[in-house]
């Protein structure tokens, strides 16, 4: 009996202690803990021996709404690793677990609930890290933290592409004290050095969303310009041995369509179609994409935009998988990849990853659709080329080359263009980018000449002073066809100066600053000349943030603009003697003043509503006149139950004549969308939304004479769109899913009455695809 008292007491005296790092007194450099076969079930649990072993990172700082205070909640994280995968335990202590936000979400969108977030720079390289957020339950959202991009909602938001999807394993449960969640993240899911001895940095934060408290273990501050340069490391990570990338993935989708045509409204046949893609790892950093026929169906409707009184082309984001993954190596300052603008491609191929300190990327695709860009017929072939380097600490260069040409009858568009992204002093970063463009539509007497274009941002980063400087430039026959510049043959300059303070932690104002920005506008060819600006403004953007994650911001604007003469080329009037008459030129707008305020108020866990209140002047370019602009766009988030979620929203635009305060325009864009969710794979959801539209008819702002435009006399016009559609989704993991949906479009007279709308389209579709991963 002595000697087994002894042989215990040798024991526990001889076992090495648990290894804690304290984020709050810089101990940022962890060797985590080795196991080499791991026996863990991810049940949110931490029952296991292995988490008795594991490091521990302790003594996390609050980052917002007050930078550099102890955190408002305690959490501890355990790491261990294994050959083959990397594994976290989290418990998220809570001195009011009642107040948890926590319902049962879909994946990617769990954020609104309180989440933790773990950050891993793979490459320890301080320019990207994969981003993975688990909530309460499990649930995930996940994507890329890229440097290079804007963060959002603020200087302490995520500069996260949630695009990427990436497999791992999560669970997460409520306790009497708080929450926990365990991760395994197996190595075959990321993209790291083939070293038998590597560094990787690590950065864990947590959201407390009932009031926006945010910490993180590693202190965070915004006087640093670069947010993965204050992560931590894990040190010494040896002999990891991932399974070789091979995923294969079918699809199948199927859809019955029918149309109204010439008063006619006919339902086609079912249409098949089956598509693969595959990837396979041909190192562990440099990843091959293929696609025959692939799937690019969207499961959710375009939230409508009001379009009256716009002078661009409006911006709808990408939603194919295809074009998602992996795409961040071809960001840069000029959107010169938006792969939207590849309509219906055939087949595909990417391949993108880094070799020692250079990114790559390529992706080729031929597209059916060519007519949306020269006309004619044939294919277009589509070759994107992209190379970055890392140089020094957190700044890159790099290169890249679009083509898109056409195969019948030789029309094309080709972009060369070179970009740096340097950090330096801590808080300063330069982004420059010097691109040129050439076009032809294949005709024998077109000619390709080079259209230059280029930018320069300059930013200072800081906790109560930054500012911002900024030059943009492209000539008039500047064009990328695999891009997304709708302004063009204009000089862009202008700035920010920013001004914040921040009240003691549990303050009733917690935050408080105003922005000062100034946007100018001028002629190429006008600016380089010494002109001044056609379009200017100056804005002031107050803010402040209250206890309770009660939040508001606004603007007060000043600013002018002066109409062209060919801006009115294809317009003329048409007087009393019914002869078309050349359109005078509208005299120029000064003063134009207006005012705008954006609340987010919490009401509760389960209650939250947000909107948009604007009064302004504005010009309106239809007509050459100064407008009067009233805008409301409330929305209302509900989350009654743990699985029902009820997002509306209503947008109304009213636009006046200034000169007499009659009316020029009205749009209402009324939204509903809910979604039940019956587990963390299992959904129904269902979206109707209407797009109504008037626009009276156009008249001269000085002679009142009615207007035409390339002949056509303006007359009063009127849109009475709904969308409906009905969704069941079975999403157990990425590249598994099943979709059932029904989608239909009405169209009729401006108003809310569906019985006064035809039928314009209509169809069920469904899509069926299982991962492979070999």
Known sequence: MHALLFSLAVTVQTAPPVQEYSGRQGQLDVEPTRIEAPSISVDARLDEPEWESAVRLVDFTQYTPVEGAPASQQTEARVFYSPDAIYFGIRMYDTEPENIRVHLLERDRSQSDDWIRIMLDTFNDERQAYTFFISPLGIQSDGMWLESIEPRGGPTGPKVDFNQDFIFESDGRVTDDGWVVEVRIPYVSLRFPEAEVQDWGLQIARGVMRNNYKSSWAPLTVNASSVLGQSGRLRSLRGLEPQRLIEVNPVATGKLEGFRESGVFDRGDVEPEVGVNARIGITQNLVLDATVNPDFSQVEADVDQVQVNERFALFFPEKRPFFLEGMEVFRTAQPLVHTRRIIDPIAGAKLTGKVGAFSVGYLGAVDESPTSVFGGTGDAVVNLVRARADVGSGSTVGVIYTDRTVTSGGGFNRV?????????????????????????????????????????????SGLNFSYAARLYDTSPDFQTRTGFIPRTGDTEWGGRVGFDL???????????????????????????????????????HPNVALRGNHRANGILKWGGFNFRAEDFAAHQILPDNGTPEPYPTPPNLTNIMGIMVRPNIRFSNSASASGTIMFREIPLFAEGSLGWENRLGPSLQLQPTEQLRVETSYTWVRLERASDGSHFSTAHIPRLRLQYQFSKALLVRGIGQYDLEVRRALRHPVTGDPVLINGVLQEERERGNFTGQLLVSFEPSPGTIFFLGYSRVMDGPYGLQLDRKELLQDGFFMKLSYLFRM
């Open 502 to 540: 921040f009240g003691e932690s549990g303050a009733v104002v917690e935050t408080w600053g105003v922005d000062v920005v100034t946007n100018n506008f001028t002629r190429h060819d006008e600016f380089w000349d010494g002109g001044s600006p056609y379009e200017y403004e100056i804005e002031l």
């Open 416 to 460: 060369l263009s070179s970009d740096a992204r340097l950090l330096f002093g801590g808080r300063y970063t330069v982004n420059t980018q010097v691109t040129g463009t050439w076009t032809s539509d294949g005709a024998p007497s077109s000619t390709a000449e080079l259209a230059p274009g280029f930018t320069v941002d300059f930013v200072r």
